[in-house]
T-cell receptor, first 114, second 114 residues
């Protein structure tokens, strides 16, 4: 069974700092990997989706990389802002169980201090 | 109203009650999902519907009964639940079920079983 791990579980940084969130997965036969953010009391918002054939995706201040062979992904946030405070979730879709059957990590709770 | 909506947002029920959660998507999508998010655990996929047909049942106990009358609406009928079923129940939708279809989430229903 696919296991997805996110480290650290929580992170506090001062505003303006660049930061990296980590995600690792045990089964490298993934179809895709996605990063979501979840704000308190709200649902998930998709940030970036990386297909298994891709190495990275960028959206604004966010950059996600994927290394399938090592079972790792990173989410890089540049020039962090207080509005970036949220829980960030990593999820993978597998060929075996269906690309849309996502396996999630437990998330990294990010606090950006003004 | 846009996006994915869920009602009610909060629900408290006894173990012998019967209740239903409702999800509606206004995005013209064909696939809908139910997820369960328990404290300190990863998000777990429960059910997937594609064009109103159930395509995934992730070994969910029969006390949870999904219903998808059309591509825009999804229900989760609850009966004789256990306290450990207390969680945030999230609904999501996507255009299709391929690995390139981003899932859009609703705000969730916070369920407490007494």
């Amino acid at each position: 069974k696919q296991e997805v791990t996110q480290i650290p579980a929580a992170l506090s940084v001062p505003e303006g700092e660049n930061l990296v969130l980590n995600c690792s997965f045990t089964d490298s036969a993934i179809y895709n990997l996605q990063w979501f953010r979840q704000d308190p009391g709200k649902g998930l918002t998709s940030l970036l989706l990386i297909q298994s054939s891709q190495r990275e995706q960028t959206s604004g201040r966010l950059n996600a990389s994927l290394d399938k062979s090592s079972g790792r992904s990173t989410l890089y946030i540049a020039a962090s802002q207080p509005g970036d405070s949220a829980t960030y979730l990593c999820a993978v879709g597998l060929h075996q169980t269906g690309a849309n059957n996502l396996f999630f990590g437990t998330g990294t709770r990010l606090t950006v201090i003004p | 109203e846009t996006g994915v909506t869920q009602t009610p947002r909060h629900l408290v029920m006894g173990m012998t009650n019967k209740k239903s959660l409702k999800c509606e998507q206004h995005l013209g999508h064909n696939a809908m999902y139910w997820y369960k998010q328990s404290a300190k655990k990863p998000l777990e996929l429960m059910f997937v519907y594609n064009f109103k047909e159930q395509t995934e049942n992730n070994s969910v106990p029969s006390r949870f009964s999904p219903e998808c009358p059309n591509s825009s609406h999804l229900f989760l009928h609850l009966h004789t639940l256990q306290p450990e079923d207390s969680a945030l129940y999230l609904c999501a939708s996507s255009q299709g079920t391929s690995g390139s279809d981003t899932q859009y989430f609703g705000p969730g229903t916070r369920l407490t079983v007494l």
